[in-house]
Every structure is written in structure tokens, then in C-alpha cells.
């Protein structure tokens, strides 16, 4: 029996005023109030590798990359630390975010709750959130009930879709995503699958093209299946050297990689699901700033000064590391005094090789 849906382009990228998808957004208390039921209820799996961050010297070449820190105090999220990847500074993760989760109606006709769908992923989400200083406020969770081999065709059909639009699409790849396209529509409509494929596709790509998110999660909620992580850039993936062991998500502690119901690329940027976007979509302009983070000053390595478009100011400043960890920088002496409750609760002084 053939799929009816309402005419949409499945090669330029649709408005999100087309998705029907329901969105229910979790804001920032939601966040908290799941992060504190988490810590309640922790995850020994997940408690274990955390508490083998303190066990791991700090090292004086940390100072660039990615880099996790749980140096002092108790297991709460203002006690990590991580560095991002777009500013360079190390911050905790207590910095919380609005959750955006796109489903279908049915489940809302069920009166549904959808902060389990968030509390499922909430150890990967807070790590991804806690890598980015700027433009990760906002996550965005497509809910599907996929089985793991159709999430893996819809894993392969959007890095397909999101390389031709890197270049001018010819007909021979423009017929090869109409053919994957109508098998994986086939392929769901004939397991009642919903929401149904047309209406994921909108949704996914409408996101990306409009809000252009570090990371979209497809989430599945059948227990067999996987939920998968998308980047839409190889500097937004999680470094190997720090995640390799990261637990994947499954409560049998006889695990394999196979059964791992979040899709975390702990082997990095090798095995990640990487979007190719359109030229400056994707681009990180990675930045050195200061580590007091109400300040705007870029640390910059060329001779002329400047803004960029987020309003940071790039200045010909002579950097200050702090002299007990040497992992953040500041423009002053003022800047780094006003930072001190913050860093104190992970500044130690590193081992220096």
C-alpha cells in the first residue's frame, strides 16, 4: 500500500512550520529537577567512570583540546569541568539547557511524559551541553520508536542527503535520495511505525537548516534499539583520549558495544555520525577567550583587532595562565579574581611532564 503524505522537497530543506510533529519543550528547572532525581538515583556504571576522573593526573599539555576535571568536592555537576571547544574556557557542568522534544501526537493522546526520553540521555547530554560555551543553550530530540536495523538506514539516508547539498547535486545522486527515501518510507509505513518517515525528515532537517545545533538526537524508545547522536561538525565530537571507556548506557553489566542504547562516539571522530553541512554551517571559529566568562575578550593571534559576530572582541592582550593549574588564561588580573569561586573548585596544580 503506497504512503500518502503532503508534497514536500526532500532535497532543499523544508521549514519547520511544515513538521506535525508535537514539541514539548523542558526548560531549565525540568533540568535541574532531573539532574538532582540522577545523582539521587545514580548509575554505578556512570558514578565508577566519573570517579576515575580523579584518578587520572592532569598533565601540562591539557592545556589545549578537550579536557574533563573532577578535582575537589562532592559528585554534583558544579564539580566537573570541562573545556569547550568554541572558547577555550574551562567551565562546570551545572550550566543548564532547554530541551526541545519533537513527537507524535499519539504519544501526547497518551498523556505521555517526555522528561524520560531526557533522563535516559541525561550523562551524555550534560557532557555534550558542558562542551560548548556558546549556542548549545538549546538541545533538539526527534522521538521515534525505530528498530536499530532502520535506524541505521535513517543514519546512512541523512549523512547522504547532507553531503549532496555540499555541492551542486546531480541527477544521478538526486535519484539515488529519492530511491532510499521511498524505501525507508515503505520500509516504516509497513511496521506502523511512527512517527512516520516524511514527517521525521522535515523535522530533522528543518532544525538543522534554521537553528544549525552542534548536535540532534533521534531517539528511539524501543529497548532494543539505539538512540543515535548527530554532529554537525568533527570539532563537536567528544575526544577518544577522555570518553574511550565511557559506559554505553545499557544495565547489563555483561555489555557489549552492540547494546549500547545511546550512540556515543567513545572511539571519537573515526566512528561518529558526522553531517556534512553546507560551507560555514559547520565551521567552529574556535577561540582562545577569557576564562571569567561575563567577559568578551578573544585573545588574538593575528596583529589586528576586532569583533566577530557573536559581539566578542578580539585584542591584542598579553594573556595571563593561571600560575597554579596553567589550564585557563585570563585578559587581567580583575578578570581572573572575579573567576576564583568558580575555578577554585578545580584549580590543583598539574603534573608537568
Not at 162 to 169: F, I, K
Request: glycine share 2%; charged share 30%.
Amino acid at each position: 500500500m503506497s504512503v500518502k503524505v503532503a508534497p514536500y522537497s526532500i532535497i532543499q530543506p523544508p521549514p519547520l512550520s511544515k513538521s506535525e510533529l508535537i514539541c514539548k519543550v523542558l526548560d531549565d528547572d525540568v533540568t535541574d529537577m532531573l539532574i538532582d532525581k540522577w545523582l539521587e538515583h545514580r548509575n554505578d556504571a556512570y558514578f565508577d567512570w566519573f570517579n576515575q576522573l580523579r584518578d587520572r593526573k592532569m598533565e601540562s599539555k591539557c592545556f589545549k583540546g578537550q579536557m574533563l576535571a573532577w578535582n575537589k568536592g562532592d559528585f554534583v555537576p558544579e564539580n566537573f569541568f570541562c573545556r569547550t571547544v568554541d572558547t577555550g574556557r574551562l567551565i562546570p557542568l551545572d550550566r543548564t539547557w532547554t530541551t526541545h522534544v519533537y513527537h507524535h501526537r499519539t504519544m501526547q493522546d497518551r498523556k505521555l511524559s517526555m522528561m524520560p526520553v531526557l533522563y535516559t540521555m541525561l550523562p551524555e547530554i550534560m557532557l555534550l551541553r558542558g562542551m560548548h560555551d556558546q549556542g548549545c543553550d538549546h538541545v533538539w530530540i526527534i522521538v521515534t520508536d525505530m528498530n536499530r536495523e532502520e535506524m541505521d538506514d535513517v543514519t546512512e539516508y541523512f549523512k547522504l542527503v547532507c553531503r549532496a547539498n555540499t555541492a551542486r547535486l546531480k541527477q544521478s545522486m538526486e535519484r539515488k535520495i529519492r530511491r532510499e527515501h521511498n524505501r525507508i518510507v515503505q520500509a516504516l509505513h509497513s511496521q506502523f511505525r511512527l512517527p512516520c518517515f516524511p514527517q521525521i525528515d522535515i523535522t530533522f532537517r528543518a532544525i538543522l537548516n534554521e537553528h544549525k545545533p552542534p548536535f540532534i538526537i533521534l531517539f528511539s524508545h524501543q529497548t532494543t534499539s539505539y538512540s543515535q547522536i548527530f554532529f554537525t561538525s568533527p570539532s563537536y565530537v567528544p575526544s577518544d583520549e577522555i570518553f574511550y571507556d565511557f559506559p554505553s548506557g545499557c544495565p547489563n553489566p555483561d555489555c557489549s558495544d552492540d547494546c549500547e542504547m545511546v550512540r556515543f562516539p567513545r572511539r571519537g571522530v573515526e566512528h561518529a555520525t558526522i553531517l556534512s553541512l553546507k560551507k560555514g554551517d559547520q565551521e567552529v571559529k574556535a577561540k582562545n577567550m577569557c576564562n571569567w566568562v561575563d567577559c568578551k575578550v578573544c585573545f588574538s593571534s593575528a596583529d589586528e583587532e576586532g569583533s566577530d559576530d557573536n559581539g566578542d572582541s578580539f585584542k591584542k592582550v598579553t594573556p595571563m595562565k593561571c600560575s597554579k593549574c596553567k589550564l585557563v588564561l585570563y585578559c587581567s588580573a580583575e578578570h581572573q579574581k572575579y573567576d576564583w569561586d568558580e575555578h577554585k573548585r578545580v584549580c590543583v596544580k598539574i603534573v608537568d611532564n
